[in-house]
Nanobody
Framework: QVQLVESGGGLVQAGGSLRLSCVASGMIFSINAMNWYRQVPGKQRELVAT??????????DSLKGRFTIYTISGDNAKKTVYLQMESLKPEDTALYYC????????????WGQGTQVTVSS
């Protein structure tokens, strides 16, 4: 199993910045990609950013240039993924989730509990 714990959400004014963190532990060697999603009530969960184990990143066109996903190497027991968000807009307000996808005796997808980001106008 993989455990994911997000942090870093909060209230920020429009135009501000915020960095979210996600610490993955457990079977982290089996992870192929880490993702950030976001969801607002009544809407589908939206993919925000992806980083693969070889460092490749991907973003929806609407967020390119404002959001950056990256990892920093730490101890072998944990993997931390960050989402740096710049020039935040009120429409970025959502519950942000960390997600890990990989393969271990089968495909898996694990989710964190989410961290709230609120951008005031």
């Amino acid at each position: 199993q993989v455990q994911l714990v997000e942090s870093g959400g909060g209230l920020v004014q429009a135009g501000g910045s915020l960095r979210l963190s996600c610490v993955a532990s457990g079977m982290i060697f089996s992870i192929n990609a880490m993702n950030w999603y976001r969801q607002v009530p009544g809407k589908q969960r939206e993919l925000v950013a992806t980083i693969t184990t070889n460092g490749s990143t991907n973003y929806p066109d609407s967020l390119k240039g404002r959001f950056t996903i990256y990892t920093i190497s730490g101890d072998n027991a944990k993997k931390t993924v960050y989402l740096q968000m710049e020039s935040l807009k009120p429409e970025d307000t959502a519950l942000y989730y960390c997600n890990a996808k990989g393969y271990l005796y089968g495909l898996f997808s694990y989710w964190g509990q989410g961290t709230q980001v609120t951008v005031s106008s």
